[in-house]
């Protein structure tokens, strides 16, 4: 199963090394955005959920057992002291990401009238979940409901027409 594990913020990448050897599967999903920098564009990887790590393991307790002893790790997921393991819609998207090697790459689309129709990427079928499109940058803002809250992030979109 999936959990979810909190570490600091730009210590991800950290993380999941000192994960590999205690998960089935351990990774941070990052996303490719594209920014203009003196006038050139400049394409780079960011976390797409920053401070969280997405660990696969059968056996929640022992890998809770090993964090505590793990520099940088805040805690795992969850609710009314029972680890939080993803399900369902959580489970299938974090399940697709890794699958497709924990990017979610940039995205086309076009717009017609007031709607976007995403053509290409990891958005298609997502257009719901966009709430906001800044075409000069290149980014599309989306909502997420991701461990039982509502996540905001930012992705790549480029609107080709």
Excluded at 1 to 14: A, N, P
Excluded at 68 to 84: A, M, N, Q, S, V
């Amino acid at each position: 199963m999936w959990y979810v594990i909190w570490t600091s913020t730009g210590s991800e990448r950290k993380a999941r090394e000192a994960l590999e050897n205690k998960t089935n599967r351990c990774f941070y999903p990052t996303r490719v955005v594209n920014h203009k920098y003196k006038g050139e564009w400049i394409t780079e990887e960011k976390p797409l959920f920053p401070g969280y790590i997405f660990a696969d393991t059968d056996d929640i307790q022992r890998l809770a057992k090993d964090l505590w002893t793990t520099e940088g790790f805040t805690k795992i997921l969850d609710t009314d002291k029972k680890y939080y393991s993803l399900y369902g819609k959580d489970e299938e998207f974090i399940e697709n990401l890794y699958q497709e090697g924990g990017l979610f790459d940039i995205s086309k689309g076009i717009i017609e009238g007031d709607k976007v129709k995403v053509t290409a990427g990891p958005l298609v079928g997502m257009e719901g979940s966009i709430t906001k499109i800044n075409r000069h940058k290149r980014v599309a803002f989306i909502e997420l409901n991701m461990f039982g809250q509502t996540i905001k992030t930012s992705v790549g979109l480029e609107i080709v027409e």
